[in-house]
């Protein structure tokens, strides 16, 4: 794995953004932002799961009076997702929401950028300046490829941010297609020192959509790019996190709640490992503590994972073998297996 590049960290709130900072996990309500018990009771669920930052859209002057009561009812720090109008995120600032997403695509205009960053200055606000391919400027270039268009995109904002002395900036630039995605963010993260929001937009219900995500993302983490991720997904936004999460465990980048061996099943097995699986994976969802835990159908590879995990059962006919740090503590009945495991991740 390529070392992480080195970005010029940013705060968000209380949130650290780049640097040698945990590469943070975010997402974005799905409620409408006006309604504030709905949007705050979202946000109490993805604080719940380890979200640590959430944005909001603002559409409107209500929206983003809505984000100063939001604010006060939640832990995480606030983003106003900003398009088309600027007044939105001047009010959102006023608001004190501790991030703003513009999107150059629909707010391009030197004097209405200039009113943002002033006020973002005066407030300590950073800006993400999220470019995506579905909402390119019109300027741009017919002739280079997305990828080119998003990152010119990208470097003509952040060029007038600067030249108005703001420096409180993250970048995305993101696509549907994963080439495309990779391709931007390889070139961006060569030009400039900003920290990196990453991400596949529009990834689509949880099945595909966690797929082309992971593809994305973690190629991206492979190659050392990325400091804050988001996984987009048509789907409720714990789903997001809890994805976000996973990509970040697979590349032993982060460390949040239990990691779940279990093995695929197959003709050897003499009980039902999927049913298995799922129920002990539904049971550990409520565990915060980072334990790895096996699920292994038989003796053929079932030991080895087993042991290897913190806790683990190895199955075998109406019985199994758990396994506490390698060594076998007891065997137990098949239907005490739920039960018995999880007494131990507990105990662990
Ligand atoms: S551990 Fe056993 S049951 Fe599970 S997939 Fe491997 S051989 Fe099949």
Redesign the pocket.
Known sequence: MNLRRVSKPIQIGSVTVGGSAPIVVQSMTKTNTRDVMSTIRQIKELEDCGCELVRVAVPDAEAAQATRAIKRGISIPIIADIHFDYRLALMALEAGVDGLRLNPGNISEPEKVRAIAQAAKERNVPIRIGVNAGSLPKTADPQLTIAQRMVDAALAQIRLLESLDFDLIKVSLKAFDVPTTIEAYQSIAQKIPYPLHIGITEAGTPRTGIIRSAVGISTLLYLGIGDTIRVSLTAHPREEVIAAYEILKSLNLRQHGPILVS????G??EVD?VKLAEAVEEQLIKISKPIKVAV???????PGEAKDADVGIACGKGKAVLFKKGKKIATIQEKDFVRVLMGEVERF
């Open positions: 093995c695929p099943s197959c050897r097995a490992i292994m159908g038989c003796v053929v590879n079932g």
